[in-house]
T-cell receptor
Framework: AQSVTQPDIHITVSEGASLELRCNYS??????LFWYVQSPGQGLQLLLK??????LVQGIKGFEAEFKRSQSSFNLRKPSVHWSDAAEYFC????????????FGAGTRLFVKA | EAQVTQNPRYLITVTGKKLTVTCSQN?????MSWYRQDPGLGLRQIYY???????DKGDVPEGYKVSRKEKRNFPLILESPSPNQTSLYFC????????????FGPGTRLTVL
C-alpha cells in the first residue's frame, strides 16, 4: 500500500540550529516526492520536489532534501533555522500509478525557540 | 494574480443540510483536487479531476460529490453533511497531473453540528 510516514509529530529547535525532518514512504513505482509547508492559517506552499537526477534537491527558503532509495526516505534539512520557519511541514508522494493520487504524511509541526 | 480561491472560508451548518464549497483557479490548470485536513492525519485526498468531465475518487470520497463542468471550477458538494465531516478543506490545482506542483487555496473551515 502507498503511504507516507513522518515519525515526528512535533520538533523544537533553537533559532540558528540545524534542522532535519524525517519522511519515509512506501510506493510501488517510481515516486515523485514533495515537501510542502503550511504556515498558521494558510494553505500549503511547495518547498521542493524530487523525481529523478541528483538525489540532493534544493528548495526555497534555504531548505534541501535528500532522496535515499535504499531507505525509502526523503528527509528535509536546513542548516540554520529562523524564527519564521515555525510552521507545519508535510511530506507527500505521487506518481503515475494508483490513479494519480497524492498521499500526504501526517505532518511535523516545527517550533523555533528564541 | 495566479491563485486558487475557495468560498466560503468558514461555514457552520447542521446535519443533513446540503452545502457546496466552491473552488476556482485562474491558471488554466487541468488537474484539480480536494483534500481534508484533520489533526494527526495530515491531508487526505477526497476527489481529484484530471480534466473537464473527468473525476476520480481519492482515499476518502464517502459522503462527498464533485463535478467538473468547466476547467476553472471544481465544486465540492456535501449532500447530507454529518458531524464527522467537520474539517478543514483545501482545494488544489496543478498544470497537468498529481506529479506536478500543486497550488493550494486558503482553505475552508467547515463545522457540522
Amino acid at each position: 500500500a502507498q503511504s507516507v510516514t513522518q515519525p515526528d509529530i512535533h520538533i523544537t529547535v533553537s533559532e540558528g540550529a540545524s534542522l532535519e525532518l524525517r519522511c519515509n514512504y512506501s510506493y510501488g513505482a517510481t515516486p515523485y516526492l514533495f515537501w510542502y509547508v503550511q504556515s498558521p492559517g494558510q494553505g500549503l506552499q511547495l518547498l521542493l520536489k524530487y523525481f529523478s537526477g541528483d538525489t540532493l534537491v534544493q528548495g526555497i527558503k534555504g531548505f534541501e532534501a535528500e532522496f535515499k532509495r535504499s531507505q525509502s526516505s526523503f528527509n528535509l534539512r536546513k542548516p540554520s533555522v529562523h524564527w519564521s520557519d515555525a510552521a507545519e511541514y508535510f511530506c507527500a508522494v505521487a506518481g503515475n500509478t494508483g490513479g494519480f493520487k497524492t498521499i500526504f504524511g501526517a505532518g511535523t509541526r516545527l517550533f523555533v525557540k528564541a | 494574480e495566479a491563485q486558487v480561491t475557495q468560498n466560503p472560508r468558514y461555514l457552520i451548518t447542521v446535519t443533513g443540510k446540503k452545502l457546496t464549497v466552491t473552488c476556482s483557479q485562474n491558471m488554466n490548470h487541468e488537474y484539480m483536487s480536494w483534500y481534508r485536513q484533520d489533526p494527526g492525519l495530515g491531508l487526505r485526498q477526497i476527489y481529484y479531476s484530471m480534466n473537464v468531465e473527468v473525476t476520480d475518487k481519492g482515499d476518502v470520497p464517502e459522503g462527498y460529490k464533485v463535478s467538473r463542468k468547466e476547467k476553472r471550477n471544481f465544486p465540492l458538494i456535501l449532500e447530507s453533511p454529518s458531524p464527522n465531516q467537520t474539517s478543514l478543506y483545501f482545494c488544489a490545482s496543478a498544470i497537468g497531473r498529481a506529479t506536478d506542483t500543486q497550488y493550494f487555496g486558503p482553505g475552508t473551515r467547515l463545522t457540522v453540528l
